[in-house]
């Protein structure tokens, strides 16, 4: 159930967002949103749908252009809106840990010199010093590149290293708004991550009695025929773009409807995953949180979201099941 807290905290982050992006949205201007996320994880799904709910909600419109980072043309860009500032969709992909990421932004910017670019919400890791210094030359370049980051500690460290403007801004799924839970099936879900950015507390003991799950397991049939749908809806339209922009927003909203259903299983949670963590907020769901392995829903908390009554920053994955159980009882 949604407190009068977690409500007003979702309110709240979302005015913090307009705040930051108000003055960087045109109503007569076309914008371009690049990097969609059609991958498994559905708290990239999350950020897409809060990036288009802002849109809609603040200016009532919709990007002109939308690409993934292996179907981008910068000639069907430039020939739908020769003008107007390029979006990159948000995350925490800046860095080089997911350098595929990093390699599309730092292209963009190069292949933009005089176009606004804004990045939607990032949180900043690299290992390389090497490519710090190169990611920094390329915004050095560039002159109109706005960085958003999601926890002062990425703020910091753009301030420090790249000749930009940087503000910091809640993620943007916060733009999604109240969520209705479906009727949980366990006391207690875990939702930990499989891939390199697990907690280094997730693989120790864990109760039998408590289900654990990652969610970037999908049905790759399900998402096909959501995309087919929604392609579907804008043939009337004859324009290709708007038919990609309906076919990559249906599989969006599939795979988000599969995380919700997900994490609504549990009357409690327990979650390394920083979207888990957000939509367990927008569900009104009570949830214990380790922490990645470095550092990113730790410093996400301490900048926006830890205040809740809803969640718990757990020492260990028994403690955070110990935790969940008391909440779920």
Known sequence: MHSEQSLDLI???KGMIHDCLKDHVSTDEPLAILDFPDIRNCGDSAIWLGEMAYLREQFGKRPA??????????ED???IMPTGPIFIHGGGNFGDL???????????????PDRPIVQFPQSIHYKSQERVRESARVIRRHKNFLLLVRD????LFAEKHFDCQVRLCPDMAFCIGPV?????EFPVLAML?????????????????????????ESTTSVRV?????????????????????????AAHNRFRRGIRQISRGRAVVTDRLHVHICSLLLGRPHAVLDNNYGKIRRFMAAFSGGSDLSYQATSLDDGITWARAQAS
């Open 11 to 13: 309110a709240e982050l």
């Open 65 to 74: 252009y939308v690409s993934r980072m292996d179907d981008f043309s910068v």
């Open 77 to 79: 860009l430039e020939q």
């Open 98 to 112: 997911w350098d595929a990421h990093q390699d599309f932004r730092e292209r963009v910017l190069k292949r933009f």
């Open 152 to 155: 002062e500690e990425s703020k």
């Open 180 to 184: 209705e839970p479906a009727q949980p």
């Open 193 to 217: 991550r499989s891939d390199l950015e697990k907690s280094v507390d997730s693989d120790g003991a864990a109760d039998p009695g408590v289900p654990r799950e990652d969610w970037i397991s």
């Open 226 to 250: 959501s995309k087919a749908f929604g392609a579907t809806s804008a043939l009337l339209s004859l324009k290709p773009a708007e038919i990609r922009l309906r076919k990559l927003d249906a």
